[in-house]
Structure formats: structure tokens, C-alpha cells
């Protein structure tokens, strides 16, 4: 979005010969833009669609860097692209460079050390210009949430950086002729869009981030700016025009919603008010009037700044209030608001107009604060984040924090066969597998621990895991903390799973995993009270969610086991109610106690909880329909179940075990890797 904060200089250059844009109205739109994308970080229930602010920006910035770059191509003949990337240096690069260096120190106070390792990450990508492709290759369960990135924001600057040098290269490649770049412009201005649309509903990541899916916005700018130099339009068409315009706008911000498919047909609501309203700024309407409004064009003038500070600002505050969004909202903006003002007042307009600062200057200050903040994320990183910072116990839950990151670099998804579609993950030794592992995300938790004793038996298996998913056929669920799509492919996944069982010739055994607890109660407990899940049969309605898990458990058993008879059940771990590793270390980081997390279960209220969820595989034990691996006595001695064990913490939050108490536990799974046939012997099927 940096191009959107240009100077009222910018403007000026993309104004046509002899037809003036309003610069002050310019300014108003994009403190319009950032009020927008402000209030909805500070409180998306107040402006839910706010974030279309930077589609607006998008569209100012092609429109004020395009004007320079035709502007200057059309008189002279060429463009000096290292001229216009100093300029973009200059007026740019300073803000962002002090933003950049005050975070990276508030951040070493405040963040722990896995979390300080990501943004170091984000520090590497940002220096480099490469922070929306990071964002779109992190996107994961269990990866730090989006809202607690503290250099998301810089995605759109590394678009419009990428923009900086797409759009020189192709006007100067097609310059000879005029109509011919203009269909250039308009052709991949269309291919861009359409691709936006179609490409949205199935990977919206990639759309939101990549400068492919964003460009048409940033052209349509552009395509306006030529339209202004080639003198086809006045600026002045009456007051119709910009009203429509800011209803487009206000439509994108009261209606857009982050569920949606966005960019996608969506976007086109900021876009297309934005182009109305830049093609009508120079008439005298109440729109315009109010967006040349002296305190709006001044919230233009800083939006550069507030941009950069506001989100950094959020996000640390919310990390130093244990995750949490911090209650004084006003009291942050605020802050945000006088960062801003200090920065353009005392960084980017010194910077901008000081006459004495040659290039040389320019270049060896950009780049030496350029390799102290890339060089700053590389020992930051490397150093996984500087643990040595805390004391003892605040490392142990730091360690667990960060024991959650399992090697999935084996994991496919086959384009044919029985499992098409579906990711499969191989475990153990090279081989054909005699195992089959299916489940949901405590598969996952224990994945080091089922690998590891796979290998020391010399056997191979596979693992089918899906968060949130319980391993259960004929079933569906909603769940509040999943999309409606990942709710269906749930139920898709597992009806073609039972399909393929009866293929797989070389697998012995099957073992299931999961939080049994939360399919049969419909919810978690303590901090995850809030999940909520509903579990309905297919075919028949009327019963309860307890008993239709209890049908589906004895249902799915039986119809695994007239395919692969050894059927193999783990019990759930203890669930340690109010425990998360990442909580506890930054209370404890911060001076503070764990007074209100308790880190022990009793054994009456963990039987209060799990016992009539364990009930149906007990049961199925009993009549030797399978085989129940109990794993309660590796974390309780009795009468308490414990988060810490030889002072370590096994749990990474409160039902997810760690690595390393997975790899303590694999003996638990020395039944179900052990082949039968006493071989480890690519998956085989039955044609």
C-alpha cells in the first residue's frame, strides 16, 4: 500500500498536462482507506468489512504511480527506473525502517521465544520485500493466528513493492508503441481480475496475498492515470458520480466479510468506488467537500505512519496482556495515532525534504539498515528466539510451546487410488504398510512418538489425520471452530476411507485416535469451552449426540473389522483443563503466577469427564472386538494427573500432548507397529 501515502508532490506528477487532480481530496480518500483498515483491527464488531481499505489504496497507488511513470515515459521516452526507486526509497523506507527496529526491541521484552522466532521470519521477508508470499506459505493449523502476526500488515507493502518494479520493466519492454501497451495494461488487467474471481473460492490465501491476483486493482489505477495524461477526462461530472462512488466504498466496508471470498467479485466494490471518485475529484460536490476536509486530509497525511504503527502496536499490546485483546482499545489507538504523528512529522518529512541528503547517503543508510534488520532476524531465528532470556521454569513451558512441530516432509496426497485426494503421511521404515493410523489432531500430537516406535520395529504404516474430525463413519459434525467446508470434507474424507479399506492388502492393524471426550460431550473444557461440536447420523435422527457416538463407535468397529480385523484404540490423554504452554510461559515471563492454572487433574474429575466417553471402548475391549491401549497411567499416578513429568511439560495446550511425551510414550504403540508377519513389507491394493 506505500505508493497510496505518496507525497502531495506525487500527485502533482500524475496529474495530465493542463488537467489538475484535487490533491487534498487524494489525501481525504486515503484517510478514508485507513480509518477503515484501523477500526476494523481495533474492533472488527464495529467495521467488519473495514479491511477493504487497502483495495482502496491499491487503486490510489496505481493511479498516482502510474501517472508518474506515463507521465514520464511520454515526454521523454523512456523512464529512469533507478530515479523512481529512489524516490519510492526516500519517501518510504525511513518510516518503515524506524517502525521496524522500535518493534524488533519491544518484541525482544514482550514475545516469547517461539513466537519471537516467526517474527523474525516476518522481519526477514519484510527487509526483502517477500512478506505477502511468507504469509500466503504459512497459512496452517496450529500456526500462529493471523490477528497475532506483528508484521502482517507489511504484506501489502511487499505487493506494491513487487508493483514498483513489475510496471516500470513493462511499460519500458513496450513502449514503442502506445496502443499496443495500453492493450498490454487492459489484457493483463482482465486475465489478473478474472483469475482474482476464479481462483478465490478454492485457495482465497493465495488471492488475498499473491501480487498475480492483486495487480488488477493496482491496474485499474493505472489505467486511470493514463486516461488523466491522455486528457480524456476533467475530473468534474457532477456530484452523481462521487456519491456513487462512496456508496460502492461504504457497500465494500458495511457488507465484506473475512468469510467471505475475498478479493475475489467482492473487491471490486472499493476498486470501482475508488476509480469513481478519483475520475470525479475535481468537481465541487458535498463528497469531495467533506474528503478535502482539513482533519481528513491531515489523517491522509499520516497514513503512511498509522499504517505502519498501528498494527505492531495492537498486536504487542495483545501479547502482553496474555493473548488477549487488550481491554483499553482507545487508550492503544491512541498511541498508535501519536506514533504516527511523531513518525511523519519528525521521520518521513525531514527525510523527504531534506536537500542535502545525496544519494549516496540515501543508498548506504537504506542499506545498512536494510542488513542491521535482516541480520537482526537471522540470529534472532536461528537462535530459536532467544530463550535464554527467561529463567528455568518459564523455559520448560516455553519448550513445550515450541514441541509441537512435527516432520510431515514424507506426506502426499495421491491423484489416484484409493486414498485420491486425501493426504496420507508415512510413518516408520521404507516399505509397504501394516499399519493404518486414523484420526483426528491428537494423531498428530503423537506422531513423533508412533514414527519413532515404528522404527525401532523395522515396520511401516501410514497416518490419516484431520483436525477436528472424529474417526467415525455414517456421521457428520458442525463445528464452531471449523468452516462449513471443513465440516463437509470431514464427512467426505470419511465415507472414502471406509471405502478404501477393503483395498488395502498389505495393512494388519488400524488404530484410532482422538479426543473421544469431545465428540461424545460436544465441546471442550476449561480454556477450549468455547468449541463447541455437533455430532448428527446420516441416516437416522432423534437421538441423542451421546448415544449416536456411542452407535457410530460400535458401527465403525465392526465395518473396519470385515477388512482389517485387528482393529487397535488409544486412550485419550488426560485433558489438563486451564493448561496452555504458550499462556503459561508468557505469565510466568511477564512476573507473574499460574495461580489460576492449575497444572494437575484429579482423577475423579478426569472420570467425571472421560469415563462414558471411554465407556463404548471398554466395552468393545471386553467382548475382544479390539484392542484398548490405556495411556491415563503414563500421565497420572493415581489420584492426580500432572502437565509437568520430570520437569518437563508433556502438554503443548490442554489436550494435545508434545513431541517429546509422545516419544515417551511409544511404547504404548509397540502392539499396532509390530507387523504380524513379522516384515516391514509402496501401499499395496486390491485391484
Not at 212 to 233: D, H, K, M, S
Not at 257 to 282: C, I, K, Q, S, Y
Not at 434 to 441: C, H, R, Y
Not at 498 to 516: N, T
Request: glycine share 8%; aromatic share 12%.
Amino acid at each position: 500500500m506505500t505508493a497510496a501515502f505518496a507525497t502531495y508532490n506525487a500527485a502533482r506528477d500524475a496529474s495530465a498536462g493542463g488537467v489538475t487532480t484535487n490533491i487534498a481530496q487524494i489525501d481525504g480518500l486515503r484517510g478514508v482507506a485507513v480509518a477503515a483498515v484501523v477500526v476494523h483491527h481495533f474492533s472488527r464488531a464495529w467495521l467488519p468489512g473495514g479491511f477493504v481499505g487497502v483495495d482502496i489504496f491499491f487503486v490510489i497507488s496505481g493511479f498516482l504511480i502510474g501517472g508518474i511513470l506515463w507521465r514520464e515515459l511520454t515526454s521523454r521516452g523512456t523512464i529512469d527506473v533507478p530515479h523512481f526507486l529512489l524516490r519510492r526509497l526516500r519517501r518510504l523506507a525511513p518510516a518503515y525502517f524506524v517502525m521496524a527496529a522500535v518493534t524488533t526491541v519491544a518484541a525482544y521484552f514482550i514475545l516469547l521465544p517461539f513466537e519471537f522466532r516467526e517474527y523474525a521470519k516476518s522481519l526477514i521477508a519484510s527487509v526483502v520485500y517477500l512478506s505477502n508470499v511468507q504469509f500466503f506459505r504459512e497459512a496452517g493449523y496450529f500456526d500462529i493466528a493471523s490477528e497475532n502476526k506483528i508484521l502482517l500488515h507489511t504484506w501489502s507493502l511487499a505487493v506494491e513493492e513487487q508493483f514498483y518494479l513489475f510496471l516500470p520493466v513493462l511499460l519500458l519492454v513496450f513502449r514503442r508503441s502506445k496502443r499496443m501497451l495500453i492493450g498490454v495494461l487492459a489484457a493483463i488487467l482482465a486475465i489478473s481480475l478474472v483469475a482474482c474471481i476464479l481462483v478465490t473460492p478454492l485457495s482465497p490465501t493465495a488471492t488475498f496475498f499473491l501480487f498475480p491476483f492483486r495487480a488488477w486493482e493496482l491496474l485499474l489505477g493505472v489505467g486511470l492515470a493514463i486516461a488523466w495524461t491522455e486528457r480524456r477526462f476533467s475530473g468534474a461530472y457532477g456530484g452523481a458520480l462521487s456519491w456513487l462512488g462512496i456508496v460502492l466504498i461504504a457497500a465494500g466496508v458495511a457488507l465484506t466479510r473475512p468469510e467471505h471470498d475475498f478479493p475475489g467479485a467482492w473487491a471490486l466494490l472499493p476498486t470501482v468506488g475508488t476509480v469513481l471518485l478519483l475520475l470525479n475529484m475535481n468537481d465541487r460536490n458535498p463528497v469531495n467537500l467533506v474528503l478535502s476536509w482539513r482533519p481528513m486530509v491531515m489523517l491522509g497525511l499520516i497514513s503512511y505512519s498509522l499504517y505502519l504503527w498501528h498494527w505492531p502496536v495492537l498486536t504487542l499490546a495483545s501479547y502482553y496482556h496474555d493473548g488477549e485483546q487488550p481491554s483499553s482499545m482507545v487508550l492503544w489507538l491512541a498511541v498508535a495515532i501519536g506514533l504516527s504523528i511523531l513518525s511523519w512529522r519528525f521521520v518521513e518529512r525531514p527525510v523527504r525534504e531534506a536537500r542535502f541528503l545525496s544519494v549516496t547517503t540515501l543508498v548506504s543508510g537504506a542499506g545498512f539498515a536494510s542488513a542491521a534488520l535482516f541480520l537482526a532476524g537471522f540470529f534472532i531465528y536461528h537462535g530459536d528466539g532467544l530463550p535464554g532470556r527467561y529463567g528455568t521454569a518459564t523455559r520448560m513451558h516455553i519448550q513445550a510451546s515450541s514441541d509441537f512441530i512435527q516432520d510431515w516432509s514424507r506426506c502426499r496426497i495421491p491423484s489416484d487410488g484409493p486414498f485420491s485426494g486425501i493426504e496420507i503421511c508415512p510413518v516408520g521404515v521404507q516399505g509397504e504398510p501394516t499399519f493404518l493410523v486414523w484420526g483426528d489432531s491428537h494423531v498428530r500430537a503423537m506422531k513423533e512418538g508412533i514414527d519413532h516406535a515404528a522404527r525401532e520395529a523395522q515396520s511401516a504404516g501410514l497416518l490419516i489425520w484431520r483436525a477436528g474430525c472424529p474417526p467415525l463413519f455414517d456421521v457428520e459434525k458442525q463445528e464452531n471452530a471449523a468452516t462449513p467446508a471443513q465440516n463437509s470434507a470431514c464427512t467426505a474424507a470419511n465415507a472414502q476411507i471406509r471405502a478404501a479399506l477393503p483395498q488395502l492388502v498389505s495393512v494388519e492393524k488400524v488404530l484410532l485416535i482422538g479426543r473421544w471426550t469431545y465428540y461424545f460431550n460436544g465441546g471442550g473444557t476449561g480454556l477450549d469451552k468455547g468449541n463447541r461440536i455437533v455430532i448428527s447420523a446420516l441416516q437416522e435422527e432423534g437421538r441423542s449426540q451421546e448415544q449416536i457416538f456411542v452407535d457410530a463407535t460400535l458401527a465403525t468397529i465392526d465395518e473396519i473389522r470385515k477388512s482389517i480385523p485387528d482393529v487397535y484404540v488409544v486412550e485419550q490423554p488426560p485433558e489438563i483443563p486451564y493448561y496452555d504452554s504458550r499462556e503459561a510461559a508468557r505469565l510466568l515471563a511477564h512476573g507473574r503466577t499460574l495461580d489460576n492454572m492449575p497444572l494437575v487433574q484429579t482423577m475423579a474429575d478426569l472420570q467425571t469427564r472421560s469415563g462414558r466417553a471411554e465407556a463404548p471402548f471398554r466395552q468393545l475391549a471386553a467382548e475382544q472386538r479390539i484392542k484398548y491401549l490405556p495411556l491415563v497411567d503414563r500421565f497420572c499416578d493415581g489420584k492426580v494427573c500432572s502437565v509437568v513429568h520430570d520437569g518437563v511439560s508433556f502438554y503443548f495446550d490442554n489436550n494435545h500432548i508434545t513431541n517429546t511425551a509422545a516419544n515417551a510414550i511409544r511404547s504404548v504403540f509397540a502392539p499396532v507397529v509390530t507387523a504380524s508377519s513379522g516384515e516391514a513389507v509402496a501401499l499395496h491394493v486390491r485391484p
